[in-house]
């Protein structure tokens, strides 16, 4: 039984919540100026160079990419030998948020209550996905994920008879209704099976895969680079105003289901899709 002690796991995660607020992915960096040399649009471009030196800014002078910090989701990954000492690790990460969002004078997004509306004023609790694996690991994804996109994000209880068309049909649809809400180009998480909040999670987590990255099976990789260039043909383009440069990848998930059942979802990224990774 290898033993972590929580001060290391609140230490990383205050790290974690700075580093991916200030620094956009190499992949998402490289895709934005890879799309930039394609665009067509003229103002696509200009808008995607000012994306891009705000991105530049951020990294440099270590400031928020995006005034919207976002909601700390973290997906962990927790080997079954290994055992926090000091505390729960639920609390550790909420520790890690509440510092990292205090010393990096992050805007603190979160209600207490959804309804009567207070702020808690540490951007806690973080929303956390345990995955319990063999082995004696730990391994935080943490992504800070903005309310616009997050408002765009959709899950359908299609019929199986609707099958691969039919999920086709609802991820262009939520796309095309996002239109400019969730500042493109976007990221697209597909979560494709489970049940009803299976897919959801499926989606999000979707939207962590590094740009280039296909699914391993060659059915689903097809299905996301038709999809991809679907959506980038629809014109809602950089910003939503125009071109070509809609959506800068699109990853999709998929896990088994019932019989009487195709349940999807799409959860959409912006173009600041923060994210970082760490493994204790």
């Not at 639920?90 to 004078?105: K, M, S």
């Not at 994920?145 to 068309?165: F, H, I, Q, T, Y």
């Not at 600041?272 to 493994?279: G, I, M, N």
């Amino acid at each position: 039984m290898r033993e972590i002690d929580l001060s290391k796991v609140t230490t990383a995660v205050r790290q974690l919540c700075l580093d991916a607020a200030y620094r956009l992915p190499e992949d998402v960096e490289r895709a934005l100026r890879d799309f930039r040399a394609e665009e067509p649009s003229p103002v696509g471009r200009d808008v995607l160079d000012v994306i891009i030196k705000n991105a530049e800014i951020a990294r440099e002078e270590e400031v928020a990419i995006c005034q919207d910090t976002g909601y700390a989701v973290a997906f962990v990954t927790v080997g079954q030998e290994v055992r926090i000492t000091g505390g729960g690790l639920t609390e550790a990460i909420a520790e890690g948020v509440r510092r990292g969002y205090a010393d990096g004078y992050l805007r603190k997004s979160i209600v207490a209550d959804p309804l009567r509306r207070k702020n808690t004023g540490d951007n806690t609790p973080p929303v956390i996905h345990y995955d319990v694996v063999p082995g004696d690991t730990l391994v935080i994804h943490f992504e800070p994920k903005g309310g616009g996109c997050e408002n765009m994000s959709r899950v359908a209880m299609l019929k199986p008879a609707d099958g691969v068309e039919g999920v086709r049909r609802f991820v262009l649809k939520t796309v095309d209704e996002a239109g400019p809400n969730p500042c493109p180009p976007t990221i697209i998480g597909v979560g494709i099976g489970g049940d009803f909040e299976k897919c959801a999670i499926l989606a999000k987590k979707a939207t962590l895969r590094a740009v280039g990255d296909y699914n391993p099976d060659p059915y689903y990789a097809e299905l996301e680079k038709e999809w991809l260039e679907e959506i980038n043909r629809l014109g809602i383009g950089p910003q939503g105003l125009g071109g070509r440069t809609t959506s800068l990848w699109l990853a999709i998930e998929a896990y088994p289901c019932h019989i009487a059942s195709l349940p999807a979802a799409v959860n959409v990224q912006c173009h600041a899709a923060r994210h970082k990774s760490v493994e204790l």
